[in-house]
């Protein structure tokens, strides 16, 4: 019924930035929660950053000034923003939606397919 498709992984340089992407498609009513998590080797999948509908985020503290969320509710699509890379960012990112699906009235989670950054020299 809906669908997260997500786009901007890639190799990266410590230091440098890259901005993900990530549009929702499908019977799509409205769209509340959109975050990003990430998941690496042996480790539980952890939230990144997250932004409801009205526009509030929230971040881990390991990214707090280097990352940043934003969206744009007309095009279903939320973005990251990521400066100033560490090795320790590597991971596989994950795009999640909260959706209300049209003729419903309670919203569900939905998942990206997953994206790989790797911040290495």
């Known amino acids: 019924q809906v669908q997260l498709v997500e786009s901007g992984g890639g190799l990266v340089q410590p230091g440098g930035s890259l901005r993900l992407s990530c549009a929702a498609s499908?019977?799509?009513?409205?769209?509340?929660?959109m975050a990003w998590y990430r998941q690496t080797p042996g480790k539980e999948r952890e939230l990144v950053a997250g932004?409801?509908?009205?526009?509030?985020?929230d971040y881990a503290d390991s990214v707090k000034g280097r990352f940043t969320i934003s969206r744009d509710n007309a095009k279903n699509t939320v973005y990251l923003q990521m400066n100033s890379l560490k090795p320790e960012d590597t991971a596989v990112y994950y795009c999640?939606?909260?959706?209300?699906?049209?003729?419903?009235?309670?919203?569900?989670?939905?998942w990206g397919q997953g994206t790989q950054v790797t911040v290495s020299s």
């Open positions: 499908g019977r799509i009513s409205s769209i509340n929660t």
């Open positions: 999640n939606a909260r959706v209300v699906v049209i003729f419903t009235r309670f919203d569900n989670d939905y």
């Open positions: 932004i409801t509908s009205g526009g509030t985020t």
